[in-house]
């Protein structure tokens, strides 16, 4: 089995900052793409941030100069530095990763959330 877990939200007040981390674990032979995703209340999830196996980025246009995803292979964890926050990033963040198991089957998996909320 292929667990997500998310860590590192919380309530921060505008302008400050904090860091999210996503660690994969179970039965893995690579991870290819891994992502963050935004839902804020009332909706549709959103991605936030994508990083490829060799370290490529993408970023929504809403957080490009403020939020930095990076991952360490070596301990199957993606992070996400989130700086000068502001209120319309309140929402609960979902990590995403592209997991291929021992059996040699890719899928993609997700983490149960973390909230963020920015207070003013």
């Known amino acids: 089995q292929v667990h997500l877990v998310e860590s590192g939200g919380g309530l921060v007040q505008v302008g400050g900052s904090l860091r999210l981390s996503c660690t994969v674990s179970g039965s893995i032979v690579g991870i290819d793409n891994m992502a963050w995703y935004g839902q804020a209340p009332g909706k549709q999830r959103e991605l936030v941030a994508r990083?490829?196996?060799?370290?490529?980025?993408d970023y929504a246009d809403s957080v490009k100069g403020r939020f930095t995803i990076s991952r360490d292979n070596a301990k199957n964890t993606v992070y996400l530095q989130m700086n000068s926050v502001k209120p319309e990033d309140t929402a609960v963040y979902y990590c995403?990763?592209?997991?291929?198991?021992?059996?040699?089957?890719?899928?993609?998996?997700w983490g149960q959330g973390t909230q963020v909320t920015i207070s003013s």
């Open positions: 995403q990763a592209r997991v291929t198991n021992r059996r040699f089957t890719t899928s993609d998996y």
């Open positions: 990083i490829t196996l060799s370290g490529r980025t």
